[in-house]
């Protein structure tokens, strides 16, 4: 039997074989940024950090056809990384990859799961429409540099406190005020719990107390300012700000950003970056005016998996609750 004319087997790869499946998934990128893709999902496997079943393989016999990757997160996402075939790979090797991947994901508690495509992808856009993904916005990755950052702390007619277990609710509650009537990918809003939410923010890169700010104007929570550390790229990240809807419109966004970028100073890091749906007009020219330029972007596709016990009509409006 020539090797074309054998069967195709989908499966979890092996000890032996992740690194090729690797490889081949981010042989999408340039090779430098490949390399290093290949180096932290391999650390991370090895370091029990993302399960060998995150890596799915197509087969012909011994030889690799194709693979793609897919993280299980914390606050029930889950990110795909759009599977890569060999060249003469047997027409719809693409979409059976994913199509497992939703498979084994609909088992789990996975609420969302989304891929980032880049310009290039105009074939993966057809797969993951045919696995049930939609494009939900494009998002711009914007980076504001040290010579852009305030040097004494700007004086803001607001406060900031830095988060604390007590004020868990208060921070949920204002988190959740601050996506009504928000340009900030509108189409999630009420997919997931707050507190998934804030799991997934607090996720993303270093976490700490102090870089996690409610945002108040004369006693009162008026928004949320959440930054977290990537030390290894000497960068922080404006993960996640709002503010509330009767809060907008004063400029007090620039005082949001002025502040992370003073506290990114304080911290010795040489950049902040920012991810924005492109459609958040007011956000998008809010960064610009403070000095951050555009360095990348990304078309989101995503998948909404049913919830297993519905939160019911405005359940995601209800008070936070306290679940940590
Ligand atoms: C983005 C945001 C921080 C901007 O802060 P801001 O202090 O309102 O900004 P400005 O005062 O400079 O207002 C800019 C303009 O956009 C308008 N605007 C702000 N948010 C708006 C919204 N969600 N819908 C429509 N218009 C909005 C303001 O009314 C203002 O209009 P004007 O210039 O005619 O007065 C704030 O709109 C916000 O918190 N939005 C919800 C969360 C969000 O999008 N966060 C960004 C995540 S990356």
Known sequence: MSPSAEALFIGTATTDSYVDALGL???QFEPPQAAEYSRIFDQAIRDGKLPLEGVIEARQGDRLIGAVVCQ???????????????????????????????????????????????KRDAKDEEVFTA????????????????????????????????????????????????????????????VRDVNDVLAGYRDTGEFSPERWLVVGHEGRDVGCLLLADHPQEDTWELVYMGLIASARGRGWGKWLVRHAQW???QAGRSRLVVAVDSTNTPAVELYGANGFRGWDQRRVYARVFPEPRPLGPGAARSPATCDL
């Open 25 to 27: 998934v981010f042989s």
């Open 131 to 190: 696995s049930g993904f939609a494009h939900l916005t494009d998002l711009l990755y914007l980076v504001s540099t040290a010579e852009d950052f305030p040097f004494s702390r700007p004086s803001a007619p607001l406060d900031f406190e830095p988060y604390r277990l007590e004020i868990h609710c208060r921070l949920a509650s204002i988190v959740e005020a601050t996506y009504v009537g928000s340009l900030d990918c509108p189409q999630l809003d009420g």
């Open 263 to 265: 506290l990114t100073r």
């Open 72 to 118: 299980v997160q914390p606050g029930r996402t889950a990110v795909v990384w759009p599977p890569r075939v060999v060249a003469d790979a047997p027409p719809g090797t693409s979409g059976r990859l994913l199509n497992e991947v939703v498979q084994r994901l609909s088992g789990k508690e996975v609420r969302l799961a989304s891929a980032l495509l880049t």
